[in-house]
Every structure is written in C-alpha cells, then in structure tokens.
C-alpha cells in the first residue's frame, strides 16, 4: 500500500501562483493530479508516468501548470501559474501501479487527502 502525503494550497489571487506537492512512500508507475470542485466530478489535470515519457495536461492548463516528477524520491509537483477563479477546487495527488491510460481517475490505485486551492478574483 502506497501512502501519498499531499502540501501547499491555499488561498491566492486571481493571476497568483501556487505549488503543490506530493510525496509518495513507494515507487509508482504514473503520478498526477486530479481536481474537484464544489458540485462537479473530480477531472483529470496532469500526469506523467514512470519512464519518463510525456506529461499529459488537461486542456484548460496547459501553459499555466507544470508538472514535475522526480522519480529517485517518489515525488510530484505542480507549479500553477496564472491562476484564475476557475480553478479553485480541492486538488487531489494520485498515483498509479500500471500502464493505463493517466487521464482516467479509475486508472489510478492511490490517493492523497485532498489540498484546497482557492482563487479569489
């Protein structure tokens, strides 16, 4: 069983950045980012897999977040840019055993608390 300890988050204005953080206690093979926000499902925002392939981003972020994956300590990132009221959900940290297709959150075998981001406009 892999334990994903979620930090950062918080409150920022719209145009503001945050970073999260997610660190895993074993090796996983894909690792991401989900969000939901108050009355819809939890979507897909980023991930990478194990070997060091593509990053995947939803649409809606990509050139504003940032993925960063460091496979020698089971960790990932996700530097936000640009923030905007848009995105204010609670971010989930998830990590995968296999080759599935990341953009899926039935794909994913663990998950992290949940960190609140908010941005206020």
């Known amino acids: 069983q892999v334990q994903l300890v979620e930090s950062g988050g918080g409150l920022v204005q719209a145009g503001g950045s945050l970073r999260l953080s997610c660190a895993a206690s074993?090796?996983?093979?894909?690792m991401g980012w989900f969000r939901q926000a108050p009355g819809k499902e939890r979507q897909f925002v980023a991930a990478?897999?194990?070997?060091?392939?593509?990053?995947y981003y939803e649409d809606a972020v990509k050139g504003r977040f940032t993925l960063s994956r460091d496979n020698a300590k089971n960790t990932v990132s996700l530097q936000m840019n640009s923030l905007s009221p848009e995105d204010t959900a609670v971010y989930y940290c998830?990590?995968?055993?296999?080759?599935?297709?990341?953009?899926?959150?039935?794909?994913?075998?663990?998950w992290g608390q949940g960190t609140q981001v908010t941005v206020s406009s």
């Open positions: 998830a990590a995968g055993r296999g080759p599935r297709n990341v953009r899926m959150k039935e794909n994913y075998d663990y």
């Open positions: 074993g090796r996983t093979f894909s």
């Open positions: 990478s897999i194990w070997s060091g392939g593509p990053t």
